[in-house]
Nanobody, 121 residues
Framework: QVQLVESGGGLVQPGGSLRLSCAAS????????MVWYRQAPGKQRELVAR???????NYADSVKGRFTISRDNVKNTVSLQMNSLKPEDTAVYYC???????????????WGQGTQVTVSS
């Protein structure tokens, strides 16, 4: 079994910063992509940032230059540093990972439970 647990969400004023973290645990042999998604009320879930095991990264155009994704392949963690936050960044942020589980013996997609980020004055 594999679990992803996010932390670091909260309420911040426009222009402020937050750092989200996600820790993967369980019967993990390897993790390929680690991804942050977000879903605002009434909207579809969207990809925010993605990082490969090689640490190559991709970002949504709306967050380029403001958000930075990073990972620790030893600790099986991924972080999202969010700067210059805007009200439109308000959403539930989800961690997603492509994991090879020792127990399952194959690659599977796992999700965290989500963490709320609210940007408001």
């Amino acid at each position: 079994q594999v679990q992803l647990v996010e932390s670091g969400g909260g309420l911040v004023q426009p222009g402020g910063s937050l750092r989200l973290s996600c820790a993967a645990s369980g019967s993990i042999f390897s993790i390929n992509y680690m991804v942050w998604y977000r879903q605002a009320p009434g909207k579809q879930r969207e990809l925010v940032a993605r990082i490969a095991r090689s640490e190559s990264t991709n970002y949504a155009d709306s967050v380029k230059g403001r958000f930075t994704i990073s990972r620790d392949n030893v600790k099986n963690t991924v972080s999202l540093q969010m700067n210059s936050l805007k009200p439109e960044d308000t959403a539930v942020y989800y961690c997603n990972a492509d994991v090879f589980s020792r127990i399952v013996g194959s690659w599977r997609d796992y999700w965290g439970q989500g963490t709320q980020v609210t940007v408001s004055s």
